[in-house]
């Protein structure tokens, strides 16, 4: 489905990719093939301000997501957009930005997985989100929406069941997608590599030649 509907549609589909492994690839790729959209923008977080300080610097982090998609899928695309502030990335602000740059009449979709969806209500202007983008939650393993209250009222008001939905406004919607979840980690990533161990088929191999050349989580 990735090539129906509004050809300008656009997916953002952000993480720290510390680093980037099978099971993030897997999941843009079923992204791009759900959401009518014409490209999955995959963008490296810069300073996030939820994570530690644990991170592989940024041209490090942008560079291994550069050699995973390579030319593999047309639709993933590698964006800096966040690497290029020296602040805090709130994810407002960066809508904000991308909302300004498509126009008013685009749809924009934030990809999110369940975990970080179910804790929303915690972001910098939460509630000015849907007001900029559709919102694409992805199923998680042992993670569910809350049952009852406000959380549970805004989720119920903006839900949608067919993605086909998200192309016919800019904004305002709630769409559930059940992906592949391989059980893979970039923290267990980082501590296999730290300990000398193999890290075949849990990234692809120009991302562990990338790790091995630059010396990253020894």
Known sequence: ?????????VALFGGTFNPVHLGHLRIATELAEILPVSKIKMMPSGYPPHRGDD?????????MLKVAIGDNNPLLIADDIELQRASPSYS???LSILRADLGPDTSLILCLGMDAFININTWHE???LLDLCHIA????????????????????RNTC??????DKS??????????TMLPISSTSIRE???????????TPNNVLNYIKQNRLYE
């Open 161 to 166: 069941n067919k993605p086909s939905t998200l």
């Open 1 to 9: 489905m990735g090539t129906l509907g509004n050809d300008m549609a």
């Open 126 to 128: 939460w509630h000015k």
């Open 92 to 94: 407002i602000d960066t």
């Open 192 to 202: 296999k590599v730290a300990q000398g161990k193999s890290i075949q088929f849990m």
């Open 55 to 63: 991170l592989a610097a940024a041209e490090h982090r942008l560079g």
């Open 170 to 179: 800019p904004a305002g919607k709630i769409f559930f997608c059940e992906l």
């Open 137 to 156: 939650v992805c199923s998680r393993p042992g993670y569910s929406v809350p049952s009852s209250g406000p959380l549970y009222n805004w989720i119920e």
